[in-house]
């Protein structure tokens, strides 16, 4: 399938919120569809917003838009917050914990952890400067595409260990 962000330029500004943990498919279904539906319609001071989203490994939620034709205003940003929220809410979804790391393990699965487990990980030798963490801090859709996932020493991760 198609992701509706592939159709934006690569400096489209994004925002990635991180789910508490993996979605299950009926989630990820569901998750896409309405942020789709939401994006679709999403206005900023009466301008339609060419925007896109997508679910990325059952886990990422990205909403992007393509600001060279109309910039997203405080209020269409608040507006799409809240939309999450009440999505998560509704879900029974955390979206909004920056305190939560994501990672590769050796096998390829990905983990979602807190801070302090995240440093016991890597103090322990779990995790290495070689692991793939997960961005979530990433500003534009070219980022998301080439450094969402990196070596955790290549990351502001590194500084939290």
Not at 53 to 64: I, S
Request: include cysteine.
């Amino acid at each position: 399938m198609k992701s509706s962000l592939d159709q934006l330029v690569s400096d489209s500004r994004i925002w990635v919120y991180g789910a508490e943990r993996a979605l299950t498919e009926a989630e990820t279904t569901t998750v896409k569809t309405r942020v789709q539906e939401f994006v679709a319609g999403w206005v900023s001071h009466r301008n339609e917003l060419k925007a896109g989203a997508d679910v990325l490994y059952n886990r990422f939620l990205v909403v992007a838009v393509d600001e060279t034709e109309a910039e997203a205003s405080g209020c269409s940003i608040d507006g799409s917050v809240r939309f999450i929220q009440e999505l998560g809410a509704e879900l029974g979804i955390d979206f909004f914990n920056r305190m939560r790391f994501s990672y590769r393990d050796d096998k390829g699965n990905i983990h979602t952890v807190g801070r302090d487990e995240f440093k016991n990980l890597y103090r322990s030798g779990r995790l290495e400067n070689d692991t793939i963490v997960f961005d979530p801090l990433v500003k534009e859709l070219g980022e998301l595409r080439q450094i969402f996932e990196r070596p955790l020493e290549d990351s502001w991760h590194s500084r939290m260990v």
